[in-house]
């Protein structure tokens, strides 16, 4: 972690940095990662230090990352994916992160794309054809109430109350500059809750 954290700050000319997160820690146990000399103690010691001002847990599998929230060690949680307009798997890890008084981040509202782009795939993997049945389905009401799937896919987390920050993906500054009106659209109450009548929705392809 300290190796790894030199070098970002290297890289970026800085000094320390307001957050820092541990990333798809897949290939250690939480138990690994909690215990001495593992990656989190060396975190919170940087942390004890001022360098770094948070830490965070980015990801993992979805029960990995409630084990890590559950530790009550972390300041901020990412999740990916799980929480958006066609997918709700996160809500109760966003739940339990709150009642903790831990900051969510919620990363990629538009599935990875297909929700802004129309691209195929979920969550970077094709989509299993129950959930394929549930977007378009979604699509479906966004086209019947007038609203924009991309703009809707950004509001349903931006107003989410479980919600602190989003975090949208940008491949070029052309999606840059689309992303201000997309903020701005109006996305009205009637199409969330005609989203909601759909209930939950099928597993996707999120682990
Ligand atoms: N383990 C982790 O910690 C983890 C894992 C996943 C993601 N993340 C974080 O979450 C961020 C977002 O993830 P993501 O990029 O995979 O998913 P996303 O935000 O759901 O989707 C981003 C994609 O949507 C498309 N898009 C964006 N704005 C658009 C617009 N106005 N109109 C049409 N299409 C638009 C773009 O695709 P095109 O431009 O290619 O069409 C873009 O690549 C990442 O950058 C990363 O910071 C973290």
Redesign the pocket.
């Known amino acids: 972690m300290k190796r790894s954290l030199d070098e970002s700050l290297s890289r970026l000319g800085l000094d320390s940095l307001p957050l820092y997160q541990l990333?798809?820690p897949y290939g250690l146990t939480v138990a690994e990662a909690m215990g001495p000399g593992g990656a989190v103690p060396a975190l919170i010691d940087l942390r004890d230090q001022g360098v770094i001002g948070a830490i965070g847990i980015?990801?993992g599998t979805l029960a990995q990352v409630r084990e890590y929230v559950d530790t009550g060690a972390f300041d901020v949680v990412?999740s990916?994916n799980r929480y958006t307009l066609a997918t709700r798997t996160a809500g109760p890890l966003f739940e339990a992160a709150h009642a903790l008084g831990m900051t969510v981040l919620n990363?990629?509202?538009?599935?990875?794309?297909t929700l802004?782009?129309g691209d195929g795939s979920f969550g970077y993997r094709p989509m299993p054809a129950d959930f394929a049945a549930h977007v378009e389905r979604v699509r479906g009401l966004a086209d019947l109430h007038g609203v924009d799937l991309?703009a809707a896919a950004l509001h349903f987390s931006l107003r989410s109350p479980l919600v602190d920050a989003t975090?949208?993906?940008?491949?070029?500054t052309a999606?840059l500059d689309?992303?201000g009106p997309?903020i701005d659209a109006d996305v009205p109450d009637a199409f969330f809750d005609a989203v909601e009548s759909l209930g939950t929705p099928p597993p996707g392809v999120e682990d």
């Open positions: 990333h798809d980015a990801s990412l990916h990363a990629a509202p538009f599935g990875g794309g802004a782009n991309a975090v949208v993906g940008i491949t070029s999606r689309a992303l997309l």
